[in-house]
């Protein structure tokens, strides 16, 4: 069984400093991807970042930035320069196994704003 | 543009009415997955499909079924509405058939059963 866990229900964040969001997982299988995705107030989920288990090098997408530590199973986001556009949910997501449509599983997401 | 299309975009329906969900990939793709969101709460995984085989099962109500046709797109039915079914409903796809790349959502079905 895969589990992604979330432990900041909110989190609050000054517009153009750096924020980070935690993602901690579980799973089994030694192949996996760990995503993140943004669902703004209009309910839209947009993906932002991927990051394989077999990958070297720590994912990176423009101001997005995933953590990657796999002996402590974490993959927390972090985003450079807030916007006061980046408040949104943000979901950490985890896909295991390697059969084509294998589910994700989400965490409960975290609540981010940005203040002016 | 490549991207995942879904209708209707808002549904309201009747308690013990059925509703049916369309999802359309495009381009066309061979896996399909729907996903339930019910109001501030995370995504939960329904039924996927791979070449038009149910692939994996979460937990889908026994008055829902879903079906991928030959021109890939996908059908997810509701029958016996209740007032729990009121969610948002996403269809995803992966990029390119590749296996753990991201998964493109659609824009979502919000549906409303009154």
């Known amino acids: 069984a895969q589990k992604i866990t979330q432990t900041q229900p909110g989190m609050f964040v000054q517009e153009k400093e750096a924020v980070t969001l935690d993602c901690t997982y579980d799973t089994s299988d030694p192949s996996y991807g760990l995503f993140w995705y943004k669902q703004p107030s209009s309910g839209e989920m947009i993906f932002l970042i991927y990051?394989?288990?077999?990958?070297?090098q720590n994912a990176t997408e423009g101001r997005y930035s995933l953590n990657f530590q796999k002996a402590r199973k974490s993959a927390n986001l972090v985003i450079s320069a807030s916007q006061l556009g980046d408040s949104a949910m943000y979901f950490c997501?985890?896909?295991?196994?390697?059969?084509?449509?294998?589910?994700?599983?989400f965490g409960e997401g975290t609540q981010l704003t940005v203040n002016p | 543009a490549a991207g995942v299309i879904q209708s209707p975009r808002h549904l309201i329906k009747e308690k013990r009415e059925t509703a049916t969900l369309k999802c359309y990939p495009i381009p066309r793709h061979d896996t399909v997955y729907w996903y339930q969101q019910g109001p501030g709460q995370d995504p939960q995984f329904l039924i996927s499909?791979?070449?038009?085989?149910?692939?994996d099962k979460g937990s889908i109500p026994d008055r829902f079924s879903a079906q991928q046709f030959s021109d890939y797109h996908s059908e997810l039915n509701m029958s016996s509405l209740e007032l729990g079914d009121s969610a948002l409903y996403f269809c995803a796809k992966d990029r390119d058939g590749r296996m753990n790349t991201e998964a493109f959502f659609g824009q979502g079905t919000r549906l409303t059963v009154v």
């Open positions: 990051q394989g288990s077999y990958d070297q």
């Open positions: 499909f791979y070449e038009k085989m149910q692939s």
């Open positions: 997501a985890m896909r295991a196994g390697e059969t084509s449509g294998s589910r994700l599983t």
